[in-house]
C-alpha cells in the first residue's frame, strides 16, 4: 500500500502529465498556421524577410521562410539558409565559459585579472566572471571608467561577452573561435561556426536599412562580427537543436544551467521588465529569451518550459534601429500568436 506522500506525489504528477498533454494538445496547427501565414504576409510596418521555426520538443509546429537571403540575384531564404545570429551568441558563448568552470579552469567569482593580468584596466581587479556573464560588471567599454560599483546595477555591454571570449582562449590553450567550433561540433551542430571560420563568407547576405529608408547591403561581414557578444553564424534547424540540448540537460550539470537560468538583474524591454542571468532573458513567468541586431541581421529565439515549445526568427535585413518597435514587428507578433495558443491550463501572461 502507497503511503500517503508517496500517493500525493503519484497524483500531482499524474496531473502536471495530464495539465501538459492537454495544454500541447490545445495548439490547433492549422489555426496557428494560418496566423502565421497571414501575419508574415503584411507588408505594414515593413515586410518580413527571414525565416520562422517553432517547435515542440522534436516536433514541427511551423517552418516558413519569406524573402530573399541575396535580393541582388533573387535568391530565396530557405529554412537552410545561414543567418549572423547577433546577441544569441551570446549563451554560447556563456555555456563555454561554464564549461571551463566545470573542468576547474575557471571560478566564477574571481576578479577578471586572475586570468588576464595584463589587462591595463583598474576594475580587471574587482570585475568577476560572474558579473561578465550577468551584465551586472559596470563595464561600458575598454579603457573608459566604470558605469557603477561592480554587482550593483544591470548595463547591457558587449564588451562583457567580448572579454569572456579572451578569458576562455586564455583558461582552454585555444583560441575562441577555434574551442567553439569544435564544441559545436561535438554537439552536432554541423551549421554553426563563429564569424571568423564561416566556410563560405560569399553566402552570408545582410542588409541594413538607411536614413531614407532603402537597404544597403552590408560588406565583409564575416571580418566585422564579433564571435563571442554577437558573431556566430547559424540556422534555424541548428538553432532548435541547440535548445534541445541547452534546455534539456545535455550541455551543462544541473549546478550549471541553474547558474544560467536564474536573474541576477532586471532588464527594460518591450515585453515589459525581465531578468538577466548569463546570456539569457529571464521573464516573470519563466520564459528564456534573447534577441539580437547586428549590421544586416535581426533575430530572436524564446524557449518556453512549460510548453517546450522553442521559437526562431531570423531575419537577414537590420531595420531602423531608432525603432524596436517596427523592427521586431513580426518577432513580437509571433510571440502574441503564440502565446494566445497556449492552453489556458498554462499559467501564461504574455501580452
Not at 49 to 69: C, H
Not at 77 to 98: D, E, P, W, Y
Not at 187 to 214: D, I, Q, V, W
Not at 269 to 292: A, K, M, N
Request: glycine share 8%.
Amino acid at each position: 500500500m502507497k503511503k500517503p506522500l508517496a500517493l500525493l506525489a503519484s497524483v500531482l504528477l499524474c496531473a502536471f502529465h495530464t495539465m501538459f498533454s492537454q495544454s500541447a494538445q490545445s495548439i490547433d496547427r492549422q489555426v496557428l498556421r494560418k496566423e502565421l501565414d497571414s501575419l508574415l504576409a503584411l507588408t505594414q510596418p515593413r515586410f518580413f524577410n527571414g525565416v520562422l521555426l517553432l517547435m515542440q520538443d522534436e516536433k514541427v509546429l511551423y517552418a516558413g521562410s519569406r524573402g530573399y537571403r541575396d535580393i541582388g540575384r533573387h535568391q530565396k531564404n530557405r529554412m537552410r539558409t545561414s543567418f549572423a545570429i547577433a546577441s544569441l551568441s551570446k549563451q554560447m558563448t556563456a555555456v563555454l565559459v561554464l564549461k571551463e568552470v566545470e573542468a576547474g579552469r575557471l571560478r566564477l567569482h574571481d576578479p577578471l585579472a586572475t586570468y588576464l593580468p595584463e589587462l591595463p584596466e583598474s576594475w580587471a581587479d574587482s570585475v568577476t566572471i560572474h558579473q561578465l556573464l550577468s551584465q551586472t560588471s559596470g563595464i561600458v567599454e575598454r579603457g573608459k571608467p566604470l558605469r557603477f560599483r561592480p554587482g550593483t546595477n544591470f548595463a547591457y555591454s558587449n564588451t562583457n561577452y567580448n572579454l569572456l571570449g579572451d578569458l576562455v582562449a586564455r583558461s582552454s590553450g585555444q583560441s575562441f573561435d577555434t574551442l567553439a567550433l569544435a564544441f559545436f561540433r561535438s554537439c552536432g551542430l554541423r551549421h554553426t561556426f563563429p564569424a571568423a571560420l564561416c566556410p563560405n563568407p560569399e553566402k552570408l547576405s545582410g542588409y541594413s536599412e538607411n536614413e531614407s529608408g532603402n537597404l544597403d547591403p552590408e560588406a565583409d561581414l564575416c571580418a566585422r562580427l564579433a564571435a563571442p557578444s554577437g558573431g556566430m553564424i547559424s540556422n534555424a534547424r541548428d538553432l532548435a537543436a541547440w535548445n534541445r540540448l541547452l534546455h534539456g540537460g545535455r550541455l551543462l550539470t544541473d549546478s550549471s544551467y541553474q547558474y544560467m537560468t536564474q536573474p541576477y538583474g532586471s532588464r527594460s524591454h518591450r515585453w515589459g521588465p525581465l531578468g538577466y542571468g548569463y546570456g539569457l532573458q529571464i521573464s516573470p513567468d519563466g520564459e528564456l529569451s534573447h534577441s539580437g541586431y547586428v549590421p544586416g541581421f535581426i533575430s530572436t529565439m524564446i524557449y518556453d518550459p512549460e510548453s517546450r515549445i522553442t521559437l526562431i526568427l531570423l531575419e537577414n535585413i537590420a531595420w531602423d534601429a531608432d525603432d524596436m518597435g517596427r523592427t521586431f514587428f513580426f518577432h513580437d507578433e509571433v510571440r502574441k500568436i503564440l502565446y494566445r495558443q497556449i492552453s489556458s491550463h498554462l499559467p501564461v501572461n504574455r501580452g
